[in-house]
């Protein structure tokens, strides 16, 4: 009997797939079969690769290519074909978002959000998307047939709720606001991907986002897992291999009539 959610020797594509998801989704792909190609933004050799996913090294690579930069996903794309033949899936993962410990304009009102910082976020999540799709659904659309799959937040579905971090200002005595960039670039991908996925539709390349809720990492303040907790119908953040189960979806022959949708993984955040 055939598994009907087999990624078994499809070939993957990974942006950023060295961070905290992109290794969740690179080592679970790559364990049920998949071949993982990972675009990474800095170098990094065979030997680190072993190291990093043990027993996986034949079916995990990593390219040195920044979703900034269009030469670079040109040439990993070619050397990729060459090696593994035109890839199955492109998992748009790779992301930035402001950090909570960035200057305080940065982390300050939106009347005076510097330009700057906009522009680095947009680059990164939005237009980085669109390139690396460009280049890689060139060639599924040639092949007539892929899967891209957009990872997308619940700040771009809702906006980010202030007073999740209104903690912050009575602890430091320095208001924060939760930035406008990635909330922005997030709602920008969901229509990206509907515009991408009724573009290639007729050469049989899907195109969907997946929307995740907060996932549970040890570094987020408590009074904020407190306050965001409240908000989830499941009660809780998520783990981070719980993304795993819809990825793998998306990627397999499962979702063959899916496209231009949004799969919602958030424990019920914007069901509220
Ligand atoms: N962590 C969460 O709670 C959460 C929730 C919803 C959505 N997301 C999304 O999931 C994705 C992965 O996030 P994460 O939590 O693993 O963050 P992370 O910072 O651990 O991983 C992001 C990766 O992207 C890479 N990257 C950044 N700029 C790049 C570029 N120009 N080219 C190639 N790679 C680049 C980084 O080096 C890093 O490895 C992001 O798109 C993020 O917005 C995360």
Redesign the pocket.
Known sequence: MTDLFSVRDKIIIV??????????FSTSLATAGAKVAI????PFSAAETAVKFPGLADQIMVYH?????RAALEAATEALVATWGVPHVLI??????SKASASADQNGPFETYPRQAWDEVI???LT?VMQCSQVVGTRMAEARRGSIIN?????GMVSPNQALYAYREQRDGVPFIKAVS?AAS?GGLLSLTRYMATYWAPKNVRVNTV?????K?GSFDKEFVDAFVQRVPLGR??EAHEFNGAVQFLASDASTYITGSNVVVDGGFTAW
Not at 65 to 69: E, P, R
């Open positions: 942006t950023g797939g060295l961070g905290q998801l992109g290794t969740q675009y990474s933004r800095r290519a920044s979703v900034q930069d748009n993962n790779a992301g930035v978002d680059d990164v999540n980085g990872v997308g937040s619940l700040y990635y997030k929307t995740f809720g907060g996932i990492i953040q998520a």
